[in-house]
């Protein structure tokens, strides 16, 4: 725990307001690097667990309603209602008609499908109360599921990699980080095709 990057880190983490701040700000840029980095700063003893996941559920949470709220200013612009035909809304809500919460929280756990999932329910009018209900469950499911797996693994790790553990801690995060990446472009691949 000597070495100078820890305890940078350590400082920048030791007021539990000013380290719940910074991990919902950091769910706002990649949530789950976030929450893979929040679980390996709790393993490490350098926040608490309990502070860390009560921060990334508000983060992931408010970013996921923050996007249904993106959708909702989309739908009332011009280019919105241009794009987004009553007609086509129509059939997409028959579609989704007692599916959404399932919908809303399977795209919690495939990488790449929160942000056109999530703006647009909110284009389409979803019921907020609904849509705050199925991105919460999947929000506690997923991300604590996330959290506590690379928490107990980093417990292990980090008690037997020394000062290496920030190295191998970035690595898992940037891992993550990756893999959400190549998942995102498959998705969006496979949509092209399938409107080619």
Same mark, same amino acid.
């Given at each position: 725990?000597?070495?100078?990057?820890?305890?940078?880190?350590?400082?920048?983490?030791?007021h539990?307001?000013?380290?719940?701040?910074?991990?919902? #700000?950091?769910?706002?840029?990649? !949530?789950?690097?976030?929450?893979?980095?929040?679980a #390996?700063?709790?393993?490490?003893?350098?926040v608490? *667990?309990?502070?860390?996941?009560? &921060?990334?559920?508000?983060g992931?949470?408010?970013?996921?309603?923050?996007?249904?709220? #993106?959708?909702?200013?989309?739908?009332?612009?011009? #280019?919105?209602?241009?794009? %987004?035909? *009553? !007609?086509?809304?129509?059939?997409?809500?028959?579609?989704?008609?007692?599916?959404?919460a399932?919908?809303?929280?399977?795209?919690?756990?495939? *990488?790449? =499908?929160?942000?056109?999932?999530?703006?647009?329910a909110?284009? /389409?009018?979803? *019921? =907020?109360?609904? %849509?705050?209900?199925?991105? @919460?469950?999947?929000? /506690?499911a997923?991300?604590?599921?996330?959290?506590?797996?690379?928490?107990?693994?980093?417990?292990?790790?980090?008690?037997? @990699?020394?000062?290496?553990?920030?190295?191998?801690?970035? &690595?898992?995060?940037?891992?993550?980080? =990756? +893999?959400?990446?190549? +998942?995102?472009?498959?998705?969006?691949?496979?949509?092209e095709?399938?409107?080619?």
């Amino acid at each position: 725990m000597g070495d100078p990057f820890t305890q940078f880190i350590l400082g920048a983490v030791s007021h539990p307001a000013l380290a719940f701040c910074a991990i919902v #700000l950091a769910t706002f840029v990649l !949530e789950d690097p976030a929450t893979v980095a929040a679980a #390996l700063l709790a393993a490490d003893g350098s926040v608490a *667990p309990a502070l860390a996941l009560a &921060a990334l559920w508000f983060g992931v949470a408010a970013g996921d309603i923050g996007l249904y709220g #993106l959708g909702r200013l989309g739908a009332s612009s011009p #280019l919105g209602r241009r794009w %987004f035909h *009553p !007609e086509r809304a129509d059939a997409l809500r028959e579609r989704l008609r007692g599916r959404t919460a399932t919908v809303l929280i399977g795209a919690r756990f495939v *990488p790449g =499908l929160r942000l056109p999932t999530y703006t647009t329910a909110g284009m /389409l009018g979803l *019921p =907020l109360g609904r %849509f705050v209900a199925a991105v @919460v469950a999947g929000t /506690l499911a997923w991300t604590s599921l996330l959290f506590g797996a690379s928490f107990v693994l980093g417990r292990v790790a980090l008690d037997s @990699v020394g000062h290496w553990r920030w190295i191998i801690g970035a &690595a898992l995060v940037l891992g993550v980080w =990756l +893999v959400e990446r190549a +998942v995102s472009r498959y998705h969006a691949r496979t949509a092209e095709i399938g409107h080619g």
